[in-house]
């Protein structure tokens, strides 16, 4: 049971105070995009072996979503991060590529 | 025969004697006994038959290992079956029955399927498969039946659990699961270091093997005694927490560990005490210590009553003083089972000999048996153990080759057969989350292998690690060394710095000779009656199972598991995984480590369901919301149904009323008087904010920014997928604060959806969002009195058609209790519903109930409610809707904006698949018959001739009898149904009848809205 912290409330949460919210950094597309972009947008989803960015709720705690990077296969935490971002934050990638320097993110 | 000895048993207090009862015999044992050492004690050598073959079984083995000895153990409403005799620790007065025999343990006529067995297939790996496929309906009806009754596992309790279980939530810094010599010298270690450290033991004694062995010192002093002052040390330290009959069940990601405590099971009823806690431990660092698991070896006939591990026998002797045979013959290919021939010679027991698979038996453990005249015979093994419900003899060959083996060796006549076939270190936990395995050629094991994958934590870094026996130190001096190593690397880890080293403990052991490769001993006669060979006790797999699924190309040990099924029993293989698959290995001809271990799962040896569920039984099993006036529902005849976490009433049932007439009569007075509704359970969500109207914009299909305050306005939510997920009444209580209005059973997904779209997409509006459901009673007060109702009980509100028109709001008191007044109708008729601050709720109710026995007010339930809001055609989440169906779908098309750019789900409406043309469109359904209520869910077709399956055209959602109409009413999903007003629909409802009915308009009653607009 993975144990994430979180950035909002600084707490160490059991998985099942967390609720997954998927893929982190998706970008809206609304009315006027095409049905390609929309249907990238609703259904096309990455599944990496390794690094992800993914969003989590504090759901049974803050309330707060958050998005954590994290290792599919180890299931290391590299970081987490406020989710009122559009891309993950700098000292994150710099930590990713210390702990994984092949990764080509 | 099996016997106890004039004295020793360490565990056992000989002053301190236990009466118990098996299969209704009296029988005796002692204080510190386990069933089967007390059963060995009354040569209770025959314990129970086997699963498929019902062939005599005894016991094997003295700890979580054994596949035998499982019994239906306690009486009434404490029995419990399948539960092993080696961990099950005698307490006065205990009930145990054997279990899978017919109609008695000494006579059981499933044992015709084993001499059935000896000429035909039956039961050899896959026979199920093979053997039951046809006729199809035979399986149900004949073959499932009479196996079910024949191979069954036990017996279910019939009766209510009286325990109680209990959950217990715990932080440690190292965690050490295993109370043997390893796991005291890591914990000591940890400790040392100043990290808190949790040591559990599964068994009841600390020492492990340690307790058992008379060969071995430590710091000068035998093994068990330097465990047992260790344990000591460790029980009066601080920062150690320690327990015993605590099994670690299970390893999880990121240091959460499952220990499963038997608090009570050894004093059964203990008040105040649970029976079985369940630990849910979070350890930043992990030492697993649970030692190793002794291999059977593979001959004709190694089930026989009488043929035991070598290290069982030796625990017996030793443990609790009981010696399981007088004549005695040891089978092994390593040195450790020496240790038993010593231990029966110093019991007394005559043993006959040593038959040892090496040719060079020369270590100092043989040598110390020689020394005592035991004749060993070198190179040679077993070829066949005779007997029936008891061990009679063997029959000793020289052994020739894989699949030979000579003649003319002496014949013995034993009652006991020790045999080891070495030793496998216990990698279960390490497996369960990651721990990777490598085959060591030399030792004959799987030992962890790190290096491959560990056990990680958050961090990415290793958090768990084996130690000891568990990491394939078998011998004392390593076992030591590699523990104490993995105690300080695990507190340094934790981020303890490691104080000087403990000194080391000096161990004075017998050296040891290496482990020999022997896998299996042929048999003479191939096919002779007692010449299976037995890889898994409890599942009854031999060794000619195994090579069939080999032979018919189960390569994979995975598949070979699944086809013999091999290691499946309740187990887990913990005897006979080992040998399994290097019997695989040998039949493929390839190396062990290629064709690897099956996967280990969690837990580790059966927990109870009661564990699992802990305090979650009874009343606490689901968590029940109700409103302020549960107390006056109940006292007042109501029938509750659950409705989301709610139990709201259904009905109020008078004196001999039927449901339907209790819904029938509430509907009628509330159309025709005046009804009062408990809505309490309605979701309310206050949004509050300058930003408030554009994100609510956002959120509902319609226009909710134009909303004036004081006014409500009906709103639809729909998801990105365009797709309708929930419905309500918005109300502007202020320039930047609303309320919203949910289902009942959906305020809390409404109240994340609208968190999720404010943090994570729109964070630069200023909004706030509060689920106020709760804090809130709300009552519906609907009727054509309701006006009068309300001014009767009393309103500072001017509550006039003029001043308060239908979809308006006021604030104000109702009967001397703060309130908000809603005008709006779920039912079609003039309606009020008034919040009140839940404190209030009550009060307010019966107050109004009060005022309103004047007007003939009656309190109704939900079915009148869904009933009326059918009449009107109104829809209901989860009823029209599925999470597939649109606004469009259920002609809303008026509450979906078109000037605004943008809302959630607008994108989607415009997705080919959103408005091709032949969508399943809401209709109305009238019966041919009124009185025929179509059945809910029932699907409509257009040719009712049409071969099957035949294609429907769309189902029912909502059918209810309408007591205002006096006929049945219902509401469809119809492909195209906007189309087919006045045609008539087929619905085939089973057997060979088929409900006629026309397509009508959805909203049934007042079409033009009068009733509730005056």
Redesign the interface.
Known sequence: ????TCPNCGADC??TEL?P?GEAHLE??????T?ED?AG??FTRKNPKGVHFE?W?H?FGC???FHAAR?TV????FGTYP??VTEPPAEIVERIRA?RPNWEG | MAHRLEKGGRLIDRSQPLGFRFNGRDLEGFEGDTLASALLANDRVLVGRSFKYHRPRGIVASGAEEPNALFGVGAGNRFEPNQRATTTELHAGMEAISQNHWPSLDFDIGAVNAAVASMLPVFSAGFYYKTFMYPRAAWKHVYEPFIRRAAGLGKAPSERDPDSYEHLHAHTDVLVIGGGIAGLAAAREAAASGARVLLVEQTAHWGGRALAEAETRIDGVPAADWATARAAELEADPSVVTRLRTMAAGLYDHGYALLYERVSDHRPGTPGAPRHRLWRVRAKQIVVATGAIERPLTFAGNDTPGVMLAGAVRDYIRLYGVCPGRRAIVYANNDDAYRTALALHEAGAEVVGIVDVRHDAEGALPEMARALQIPIHEGRGIARARGGKRLEGVEIGRLKSGTEIGGAGPAETVDLVAMSGGWSPVVHLYSHCGGKLAWDDTALMFRPHPEAGAPLGPDGEINTRCAGAANGELTSAPCLADARMAGRAAAEAAGFTPGPELPVPAVEEPAEQPVAAHWFTPSRDKYAHGTKHFVDFQNDVTAADVRLAAREGYESVEHTKRYTTLGMATDQGKTSNINGLALLAEALGAPIQKVGTTTFRPPYTPISMGAIAGQAAGPLFKAVRQTPMHGWHAANGADFEPVGDWERPYCYRREGESREAAVRREVLNARGHVGLLDASTLGKIAVKGPDAGVFLDRIYTNMMSTLKPGRCRYGLMCNENGFLFDDGVVVRTGADSFLLHTTSGGSDRVAGHLEEWLQTEWWDLEVYVQNVTDHWAQIAVAGPEARRLIEAAGTDADISADALPFMAFAEGTVAGCPARIFRISFSGELSYEIATPAGHGLALWQALHAAGEAFGAMPYGTEALHVMRAEKGFIMIGDETDGTVTPQDLGLHWAVSKKKDDFLGKRAQSRADLIRPNRKQLVGLSTEDPAEVLPDGAHAVEDIDAPKPMRTIGHVTSSYFSPTLDRSIAMALIERGSERMGETLLFPVGEDKVIRAEVVSPVFYDAAGERQNV
Do not use: H, N
């Open positions: 049971m993975l144990l994430i059991a998985e609720a919210g809206r597309f609304g009315p006027g995009s049905d929309f947008y609703l969003r709720r759901a309330g707060k979503w290792c180890t299931l290391e935490v989710a009122q702990r």
